[in-house]
């Protein structure tokens, strides 16, 4: 198998596991006491089952599963290319690239309503921290951890992600990184 398949095979990989992670992703945090633990993991199990329940209607429909990536610059990134490949390729799903700088008059504003739409559970499933610093998303804890999920998935494992010890800087694998 070539470089660029196996390359394509392990964005596909990682894609389907963001894709579940970030259907979520709005409003999980993790917490210190034990109640709010309880009541974080029922949350999310709530919206792990509505967002399987939104991407069962639209399969039933025929419709495509749509996932947003959202970002500042997205319509001058390289990640561009590669939704429109992966768009191009796929039956199943459709990503939908939500640029915030569009219409924004600064980029402080294009920060502040993507910030905006996160927080009330409106965000993209999937952000692109691509010219943006994830410090302060991880330390206000609006990022999802990503561990419970790569642990149940039979297709990924720590192994597969070379840089895996450097995404767990931050006690937990908030990130994954297209390039090292």
């Known amino acids: 198998m070539g470089a660029e398949m196996k390359n394509k095979r392990r964005f596909l990989l990682i894609v389907s596991v963001a894709f579940a992670v970030c259907t979520i992703f709005s409003g999980c945090t993790k917490k210190n006491n034990s109640g709010q633990e309880h009541e974080t993991a029922e949350r999310e199990q709530l919206e792990k089952q509505e967002a399987t329940n939104e991407m069962q209607i639209q399969e039933k429909q025929g419709e495509k599963v749509r996932l947003v990536v959202g970002g ?3 319509n001058e990134s390289s990640i561009t290319s590669v939704i429109n490949e992966f768009n191009a390729a796929n039956e199943k799903y459709q990503i939908i690239a939500e640029d915030y700088t ?3 008059a600064s980029f402080d ?3 502040t309503v993507m910030q905006t739409k996160v927080m009330t559970g409106k965000g ?3 952000i692109s921290f691509e010219g943006i610093s994830p410090l302060k998303w991880i ?3 609006m990022l999802y951890d990503m561990d419970g999920l790569v642990a149940e998935d039979p297709d990924i494992d720590e ?3 070379l ?3 450097a995404l767990h800087e931050y006690n937990g694998l908030f990130l994954i990184s297209p390039t090292f």
């Open 72 to 74: 500042i610059g997205l």
């Open 102 to 104: 569009d219409g924004a």
């Open 109 to 111: 504003q294009a920060l």
């Open 124 to 126: 993209p499933d999937i």
């Open 139 to 141: 330390g206000a804890e």
């Open 159 to 161: 192994k597969d992600i």
């Open 163 to 165: 840089i895996w010890k």
